[in-house]
């Protein structure tokens, strides 16, 4: 089975900017997890999905969105960009709630 | 909400020594996952140990869920083993997954 896979694998933005990046699951995982990873802050959760519903979400602001699709394809989006926002961003897949994730490359944000 | 601890935070070795790294938790769990994080940022699943003992090659990993910790032991480490492992909990608070703060592996040639 192929792993999981994000795009795109390195963004560079500017401040007061959006994006939105794309995790996409090993094939019959329907649950998906973004998670931000800083120096200063480690490894935060941000938000997960199960079936399109979000079912857990972290400690982030509203600018932090997610969605997923009926064939469990997730996009984050983080609206209005701020330099704190530079961090490296891990989508992680896995059968059902509460089980074994795997992980995607991630996908390295810098704001400028 | 769930607290992890990692020790040690870093970890220098001759290539070919052994070691063990500990993960405490607060809380019980019903699940624990050890990660390898290479050096682009990948995390690579190392074990899936609720509770009992797991042997994968030269890695190997105990949960004693009963008194809250984990340990992995990295026997005959080599170079490849350099990076930051990572042991990861569910927080019964609501969030999915806690992380502890690593343990920053350095193997030496």
């Known amino acids: 089975k192929a792993g999981v896979t994000q795009t795109p694998r390195y963004l560079i933005k500017t401040r007061g900017q959006q994006v939105t990046l794309s995790c996409s699951p090993i094939s019959g995982h329907r649950s998906v997890s973004w998670y931000q990873q800083t120096p200063g802050q480690g490894l935060q959760f941000l938000f997960e999905y199960f079936s399109e519903t979000q079912r857990n979400k972290g400690n982030f602001p509203g600018r932090f969105s997610g969605r997923q699709f009926s064939n469990s394809r997730s996009e984050m989006n983080v609206s209005t960009l701020e330099l704190g926002d530079s961090a490296l961003y891990l989508c992680?897949?896995?059968?059902?709630?509460?089980?074994?994730?795997?992980f995607g490359p991630g996908t390295r944000l810098t704001v400028t | 909400g769930i607290q992890v601890e990692q020790s040690p935070p870093d970890l220098i070795l001759q290539e070919g020594a052994n070691s063990t790294l500990r993960c405490n938790f607060s809380d019980s769990v019903n699940n624990l996952q050890w990660f390898h994080q290479n050096p682009w940022g990948q995390l690579i699943n190392l074990f899936y140990i609720p509770s009992g003992t797991k042997q994968n090659g030269r890695l190997s990993a105990t949960t004693v869920a009963t008194e809250r910790y984990s340990l992995l032991y990295i026997s005959s480490s080599q170079t490849t083993d350099s990076g930051v492992y990572f042991c990861a909990v569910p927080n019964t608070g609501g969030f999915k997954t806690i992380f502890g703060a690593g343990t920053r592996l350095f193997v030496k040639a």
């Open positions: 992680a897949s896995s059968p059902a709630l509460n089980y074994e994730q795997y």
